[in-house]
Structure formats: structure tokens, C-alpha cells
């Protein structure tokens, strides 16, 4: 749910900042820490992604049956030129 992502956001947040003021204090940082704060990154921005993707589709139901805004509509790729 909505309150479970976002704490969840927040203490990858705060676990980052904390990994991130480590490493600042000391000058030769581990790479065990460097991964560390890569996967943490990319956890956060799956979390992300994953609440953009459930308010995008929460807004498509919401708009079903009338006029979809610009940024609701589904993207398609640009067809490719026939040579």
C-alpha cells in the first residue's frame, strides 16, 4: 500500500544518509560501502517507480469513461521510416 511504500522510501533515505556521511569520513571509503549505497540508490528508485506507476494508474481509472489528460495518454513509439 501507498503508507507501506513510503516508509519504506524513507528508511532507505535515511540508510543512505547514513552510509553516505561514513564514507565521507573516511577517505579511503570500502567498496563493500560503495555497493552498498548503489543498491540502496536503485532500491529507492524502485520504490518509486513503483508509486508513480500505481497514481498513473489510479488516474486512468479515475478518467475511464472521459477526456484523458496529455500525460495519462499511453505512449506509443514513433513508427520507424520506410526506406
Known amino acids: 500500500s501507498k503508507s507501506d511504500l513510503t516508509k519504506q ?8 544518509l547514513s552510509l553516505s ?10 567498496a563493500s560501502k560503495l555497493t552498498q549505497i ?3 540508490c ?19 481509472e479515475y478518467y475511464r469513461k472521459k477526456c484523458l489528460p496529455l ?6 513509439p514513433m513508427p520507424s521510416a520506410i526506406n
Not at 71 to 76: M, Q
Open 71 to 76: 500525460d495519462l495518454c499511453i505512449k506509443k
Open 38 to 40: 548503489s543498491t540502496i
Open 42 to 60: 536503485k532500491s529507492i528508485t524502485h520504490v518509486l517507480t513503483v508509486t508513480n506507476q500505481k497514481a498513473c494508474q489510479n488516474l486512468q
Open 21 to 30: 556521511l561514513h564514507v565521507q569520513k573516511i577517505a579511503s571509503s570500502s
Open 9 to 16: 522510501l524513507q528508511e532507505l533515505k535515511t540508510e543512505l
